[in-house]
């Protein structure tokens, strides 16, 4: 919390758009996404995988996920709507809610009563400028992670690869050490530490329920915090990536290429420019 308001942060990010397409070329964003399709049909691509989505699906698409859309012209017209938002717009980093989320993982195709699809529906048709939109947004957000949750639309993270209490217990610490220390000089060695592990075991272990190494795992939060940085600060790019746990800019520059397709520069500018409007 004391390092989003040493920052500077503004208002968390959360859009929900209309629109009659989605983006045809790899991309990863910052953001998680509920997407929901109104009209049409095609194929979601992933990294590893690819779904068939049709009108009346809700998927859930998560934060730095490489994702891209094919429609099915014989399907008709393609229509959809998007939830975007930010990790922070489920509170400060030591909000319960958001912690809860940061240690689950959604089911990909959600199930929602009538009365949610019909709350997506009235909010598309809403103006772009209605009194209390955003408000209301927000509300369906949280409308929509907590019948899932109630509903139990989740897995923990550490549960997607094992049951034994002491492997959810390592993946937890590991990964609430991480949150914690993101901006610090992590070393593998202080990680074990929290676990009792080997270190062969607990990279095998790690990798199973994240899908990560736990360097990867290290750079893609930093650099999602970046992001978020990148956006909602006036730091100049060098402040951000140290502060963000990169001491080199040339490396951090690299990596942030590798996982958004472009600069920290070409991507603050485009990102500054959707939120501003």
Known sequence: ???????????????????????????????????????????????????????????????????????????????CFRILFDISALGTADDPCRNFFEGIRLCRFITLPEWLVGRLQ??????????????????????II????????YERFSQLYGKESRKLSAIDSALHFIRENYSENLSLKSILELTNYS??????????????????YINKYRIEKACLDLIYTNSNITEIATASGF???????????????????????KRKKLVER
């Open 199 to 216: 270190k062969s075991h607990f990279i095998r272990l790690f990798k199973e329920s994240t899908g990560m190494y736990v360097s990867e």
């Open 1 to 79: 919390m004391e390092k989003e308001v040493k920052n500077g942060r503004q208002p968390v990010a959360l859009q929900f758009l209309t629109q009659d397409g989605y983006a045809e070329e790899p991309q990863r964003q910052v953001e998680y996404e509920f997407l929901f399709v109104e009209k049409g049909r095609g194929t979601l691509f992933f990294t590893n995988s690819s779904l068939q989505v049709a009108a009346g699906d809700l998927i859930f698409i998560n934060s730095f996920e490489e994702h891209y859309f094919s429609a099915d012209v014989t399907g008709g017209a393609f229509r």
């Open 146 to 153: 907590s019948y899932c949750v109630e509903t139990q639309q």
């Open 247 to 269: 001491n080199n800019i040339q490396y951090f520059s690299r990596k942030f290429k590798e996982y958004m397709k472009c600069t920290p520069k070409q991507y603050q500018k």
């Open 122 to 143: 009235k909010i598309a048709a809403m103006d772009k400028n209605a009194e209390g939109k955003e408000l209301i947004v927000r509300s369906l957000l949280l409308g």
